[in-house]
């Protein structure tokens, strides 16, 4: 498993979206706009389990998650592991997604696995293991 160090969860912590990448079928790269959290050495993002990150994830096991400050000089980092659709247990983490995206100072009450379930919800659970392109952290 990779280390973060402070400035690369600094980067991670103060930026919410960035873009997670997959694989197609045919070996090209996906590329889709997220919402994320950081949990440790792992990156949450919250999709519905029909969308194509998550069937690529499943399909592949692997996914990266490129984050970038939204001020000069614009640091940036693309991180790199080993991926997973998770269904059980993603009431936490899909609240703490939440509470980012809406810039609430608490995260909104948890959701059952049920809950989720019945509106196609799963988290994408990147572990990260290799962090390249870092640019411009202080």
Known sequence: MGELTRELRELLDSNKVGV?????????????????????????ISTLAERYKARDVERTGWASLCVMGHESP????????????V??????????????IAD??????????????????????????RVSAVNYLT
């Open 74 to 85: 614009y640091p940036a980092a693309t991180f790199y592991g080993p991926a997973e659709i």
């Open 20 to 44: 997670v990448a997959t694989t197609t079928k045919t070996g090209r790269p996906r590329q889709s706009l997220v919402y994320y959290a950081r949990d440790g050495e792992q990156l949450l």
């Open 87 to 100: 269904r059980a247990g993603i009431g936490p983490p899909t609240a703490a997604i939440v509470q980012r």
């Open 104 to 129: 609430l100072p608490e995260p909104p009450p948890v959701q059952t696995d049920e809950a989720l379930a019945a509106i196609g919800r799963v988290v994408l659970r990147i572990t990260v293991d």
